[in-house]
């Protein structure tokens, strides 16, 4: 099992540096053993990557190190130009963290971009898709030991580039009771291609919008339902997330309150560092606790 998740959904990079201390700790005494990390491409410095922003990036790494953890790295998040007379700067972005995390030994692997297919109305599939494959043969070139991976919205969107990838991801945030019949259709499609669940997860706000039907009681429930279709089909997993944000940026969601407030309800642990329900449906025993 996986988990991931950042301390604020607007925080720096250096605030959700700065919890990683403890939030890696609480991930590990949950029988957890890896997280999934975003790289902010604009904030990160494009083509010109901060070093300030790359060696906090580097000691989050040592931090998972210490705690038994691994981590995937998303590198390109809050970016969407695709433009091939773009592809240089992107290019020097992902040889600059390639080259400088490679040999880390809390390194499970690259994401090259979360949730690309939401990008194929607005810029084009192919503009997308060609990128995309540029992208993961770059980065193979830099390093030819870590897994590359891209995080797919949905498991139809999945069957794109499997035979670029190293194992497929994809998200899933809806009834658990269709995961089963989706994931089949996908594993068929893909073969003998490793599969991981890259996001799930559900908001326990509850309010007009959704009908009251939200709480943290569902949140338990829905955490339960899944867990259940995970552990029969062996199928790895991250989900979205540890904590409770306390504010979630525009950039995000958006400006509608009906989308933003939800957001900020996916924790595992609220926002005054509670427990959910759902905290004890994801949490594993390690070989020899009691």
């Given amino acids: 099992p996986h988990i991931y998740g950042k301390r604020d959904a607007d925080a720096s990079f250096g605030l959700a540096y700065a919890h990683s201390d ?35 990036l580097s000691k989050l790494l040592d931090i998972a190190a210490e705690h038994e953890l691994k981590v995937l790295v998303t590198l390109f998040d809050f970016y969407g130009n695709y ?14 963290i390639v080259s400088h995390l490679k040999t880390h030994k809390a390194l499970l692997g690259w994401d090259i971009k979360n949730e690309p297919d939401l990008d194929f109305e607005s810029r084009g599939k192919n503009n997308v898709l060609n990128w995309l494959s540029e992208m993961a043969a770059q980065i193979k070139k830099i390093d030819g030991l870590h897994p590359v991976t891209i995080g797919w919205a949905t498991p139809e969107a999945a069957v794109n580039l499997v035979k670029t990838v190293d194992f497929v991801s994809f998200h899933y945030y809806e009834a658990p009771e269709h995961l089963m019949d989706r994931f089949l259709v996908l594993k068929d499609a893909v073969g003998h291609k490793p599969l991981v669940l890259g996001e799930y997860g559900k908001s326990s706000y509850s309010c007009v919008w959704n009908l009251f039907t939200n709480s ?25 997330t540890l904590h409770d944000f306390g504010t979630v940026p525009t950039q995000v969601v958006g400006r509608k309150p009906w989308r933003r407030a939800p957001q900020k309800h996916y924790g595992l642990i609220d926002s005054d560092g509670n427990r959910k ?4 449906e994801v949490t594993t025993k390690r070989k020899g606790d009691n």
């Fill in 83 to 96: 433009d091939i007379l773009d592809w240089t700067l992107t290019h020097r972005h992902a040889e600059t």
């Fill in 277 to 280: 329900p759902a905290y004890g």
């Fill in 216 to 240: 943290e009681n569902s949140q338990a429930a829905y955490y339960n339902k899944m867990q259940k279709v995970l552990s029969k089909e062996q199928l790895p997993y991250f989900m979205w």
């Fill in 22 to 56: 403890d939030d890696f700790e609480t991930i590990h005494n949950m029988g957890l053993n890896t997280v999934r990390v975003f790289v902010p491409y604009e904030t990160f410095g494009k083509a010109n990557v901060k070093d300030e922003y790359l060696q906090q």
